[in-house]
């Protein structure tokens, strides 16, 4: 049957084999083509996925659903690309990998316009994009300051477990300037689901909040399409005008349900077994995000990347350095001393400054800068108690103002300008001392 008949019309071809989280169908392959939607349906419910290649004599496809319930023989019905509905009705609410409302945690807008979009889609040419827009206030000193995230802004978040990651992605949402928020919960236990939901995030945000999950335990596609239906509600709300706060947590967990979609493919397996196509496919979702067009909004974007056994040059984190724009890292061993967030500033970068801010207020920055790293060569002697004043005048300056500084990095901030008033009196006993060239850009 022709590939370009409609309804009611109906191009099938049956399933010859089955695979954990994918299964193989004939009768088709001249007809399709990848990334084509396919449906498999059984009594009280149908399976979905996606072309994932094709051959003269069978079509391989990624299942989003089990496929503990398919049959050899069924029928697998084959449409053009993977679509969604998308609408308000998502605000409030928790959606699934379907773009089904699992949850609701404030009043429903009511039966609001949906759109059909593709959960593919190119990301917004080059030579129609804005630059970055302003700095965003973000309720903190240290990424109000030292690591600006200015709107259209890339950043990644990298972190080892129990460091205070979901804490700080939660007061991001709660505090920075944003019209809507959409955050993908990719591969979490369900249990942190309901977690982030009714403890991190403060409340007062869930009716400007989408939040799209997929937990542990489902298979990789759903994990995968999960976040492709976040990115799409991003651009939806970006598409209105709105701006546009987009927390993905994780990419790792992402990145490994690719991995595992792509080798029961056929890929090649690389480092620590990841194909070559995931650089693209997280490029690919990554590009989605940052400056829509002049008649749009945008989509600043948070990606999270656990990092096991804080290895901050594993393949994803390593991958995901070069893709966005700037990278905040959180710190082990900052946390068992107790300072929250445990930001480790030497290790981070934003690569909106020097732009972002004035050059006074960079020569602040590296000022801030200088003072740590010399503290942070100290510190083992501090920590013996083998540390002499007189010997280092710069180093004396670094040990005396340390504690102010520090603390500093854990304070929350009413406004960008106040955050650089108060770090410009912290600093001015070491101006004399240690002068500051501007920040160079990263």
């Not at 909004?297 to 893709?323: C, H, N, Q, Y």
């Amino acid at each position: 049957m022709p590939h370009h008949l409609t309804p009611p019309y109906r191009l099938w071809g049956a399933i010859t084999e089955i695979l954990p989280g994918m299964i193989e169908i004939s009768g088709v392959g001249h007809a399709v083509g990848i990334g084509d939607s396919v449906t498999i349906e059984k009594p009280g419910q149908s399976l979905i996925g996606e072309v994932m290649s094709v051959t003269d004599s069978h079509v391989r496809v990624l299942m989003f659903s089990s496929t503990e319930a398919a049959r050899i023989g069924d029928r697998a019905f084959v449409s053009p690309q993977d679509q969604i509905e998308i609408g308000d009705h998502w605000l409030g609410a928790l959606v699934n990998y379907r773009g089904e409302v699992q949850m609701r945690r404030s009043p429903s807008v009511g039966q609001s316009r949906t759109i059909t979009v593709p959960l593919q889609s190119p990301p917004t040419s080059p030579a129609d994009r804005k630059p970055l827009g302003n700095r965003l206030n973000t309720g903190l000193n240290v990424t109000d300051t030292l690591l600006p995230i200015c709107r259209g802004q890339r950043i990644g978040l990298f972190a080892g477990s129990g460091v205070g990651k979901s804490t700080l992605l939660g007061k991001l949402a709660g505090r920075m300037n944003a019209d809507r928020i959409v955050i993908a919960l990719i591969g979490e236990r369900s249990r942190e689901v309901q977690e982030f939901i009714d403890d991190v995030l403060p409340a007062d945000v869930l009716p400007k909040t989408t939040i799209v999950a997929a937990t542990a335990s489902e298979p990789p596609g759903a994990k995968k399409r999960a976040a492709f239906c976040a990115i799409a509600a991003a651009e939806y709300y970006r598409d209105q005008g709105h701006s546009v706060l987009f927390l993905f947590d994780s990419l790792t967990r992402f990145a490994e349900a690719h991995r595992e979609t792509a080798l029961m493919a056929g890929e090649t397996p690389a480092l620590n077994a990841f194909p070559p196509s995931t650089v693209r496919v997280v490029s690919e979702l990554a590009e989605r995000t940052g400056p829509g067009t002049k008649s749009s909004g945008d989509i600043t974007a948070i990606f999270s990347v656990l990092v096991a056994g804080s290895d901050f040059e594993e393949p994803v984190a390593d991958m995901v350095r070069g893709i966005l724009d700037g990278h905040i890292v959180l710190s082990r061993k900052i946390a068992e001393r107790g300072r929250y967030p445990a930001i480790d500033v030497l290790r981070s970068v934003s690569r909106s400054l020097p732009k972002a801010a004035t050059g006074p207020q960079n020569q602040s920055l590296q000022l801030f800068r200088t003072l740590m790293t010399t503290y942070d060569e100290i510190a083992p002697m501090v920590r013996a108690g083998l540390y002499e004043f007189g010997k280092d005048p710069n180093a004396d300056i670094a040990y005396t103002l340390f504690p102010e500084l520090d603390r500093y990095l854990t304070q929350d901030s009413d406004a960008i300008e106040t955050a650089f008033d108060y770090l410009d009196g912290l600093l001015q006993p070491a101006r004399a001392d240690l002068p500051a060239a501007p920040l160079e850009p990263a």
